[in-house]
């Protein structure tokens, strides 16, 4: 019998990503895809820093939300999504580069809530600094929840 | 003998934030100033919103980061700044409205560390919805640290 | 028609904290309970300090996740109980003192999320000293998730 | 000319467990010490559990802290400790067990503050289940702060 094939994973998650506004806003692009894992950079422009000439903790905040939430998202079942319940972010040096780079992955999935991870980036000299680590709780939304 | 008016309070912080550049890449407004607390608002836009059109969890960080940060920024002594320890963002209720309202104040004002925390509401029909409540830890720079 | 009179509200949660083996070892006392509120109060005993002679932070930690999860139960539905799915404790000041005071209350009830915040002081001369401040996040388990 | 034997690193550290009178009253062992690195185990006993017969969760976030704190203090100098400033605990799975082992180390070491994780498991049927995982910032103290 024929069978119409399946939304490709990857292609399914980019479409999601097509109405993400503020991800686009600030210039996030992803480009690994991965059940549970999703990485990605920032080119970071003045507009991404705070008066001190650092990345701004929103910007590390809202890359270490986005990776986290999107790496729950490819483990959930096809209708569900995912929003975050609490997110906190440790700002462990300050982010002074040209390049963010941003890695999230799930720890515990779970039927209704989801618990992940976030690290940011940046190279410096061949040298990696570890700018942000985050924890994110996510919690599972049923299509019929997403409509209302 | 004279003495050269000193910069007026209200003003000093305000030129600090104009060199906050992602806060205004946002859009975010500040209207109020005190000693230890800061208030202020951001018009909801497309740009703003995630895939299922509730502000996403990256402004609502940004503008709890600002407000707290602000509010720690408003007790600190003359030449010293503030950077961000951490930054934990409880999301309570979905955003969706026009404007989004931002409280941060200072809860423990410390030698070398603030605590500081942030409330971010809508109005929807003339009722207030708390969305997210967000706790930081802050910690001073002195002068000679930001110059590094 | 006769009707069994309901098992008294504040009766049921002094009933279920009969069972909360690690409160009694701590010994944390709770002595006020109302929807979305539970106040207590701690004896510091030298078992509480850690090496430098103040309250250890398992000890704070404990004692807001009790408050805070008990507030939460108030509020829950007959045969629900709800479960600590994340705790974020900001220690504002050291303890040091004969008593420890705690308050935990419920900022948002939600069908299956609670967010709960506690706070902690210690009384110094009369001066209340707020030692920490929490955040958390709550579950709610249904009756047939509880017994598996 | 002669010179004292410097005081061992490991007994240095055990001394200072020994004040922990918390750690000994919940009755968490420690058996690694490393440069930023502490592991140790817990005896579950009926004192530990909540009213579901699960770990109660100041159990966990005292294990957390301890393990946290610990591998901080074996990368301070000499004569400088360390006090927790936060601490959040995700729990991931209910600890339902006879013994749990915990693993806590440094991810940034500062001059003033350091950001540490901890991890939290069971052995369930040959089976590891990571039951929470924390994330903790450490402010060092100097010993004239100690004194105070």
């Known amino acids: 019998m024929w ?10 998650i ?14 996030f692009q992803i480009h690994t895809i991965e059940p549970g894992l999703i990485e990605g950079d920032l ?5 991404h ?4 000439g650092f990345v701004h903790g929103g910007v590390t905040a809202t890359v270490a939300d986005i990776v986290a939430g999107f790496a729950a998202f490819t483990l959930v079942k096809h209708g569900q999504g995912v929003v975050t ?9 300050p982010g002074k580069s040209d390049k963010l780079f941003a890695k999230g992955y799930v720890i515990k999935a779970g039927q ?12 410096n000299n061949l040298e990696k600094i570890l700018i942000a680590k985050s924890s994110a709780t996510m919690a599972v939304v049923n299509a019929e929840d997403i409509k209302k």
Chains 1, 2, 3, 4 share one sequence.
């Open 43 to 47: 080119e970071l422009k003045p507009c």
């Open 49 to 52: 820093l705070q008066q001190m």
């Open 112 to 123: 209704k809530l989801f618990f992940c991870e976030s690290e940011l980036w940046t190279m």
């Open 3 to 12: 069978k119409a094939p399946e939304l490709d994973f990857k292609q399914m």
């Open 14 to 27: 980019k479409n999601k990503m097509e109405g993400n506004h503020f991800m686009h806003h600030v210039g």
């Open 85 to 93: 319940v609490d997110l906190k972010v440790s700002y462990l040096n």
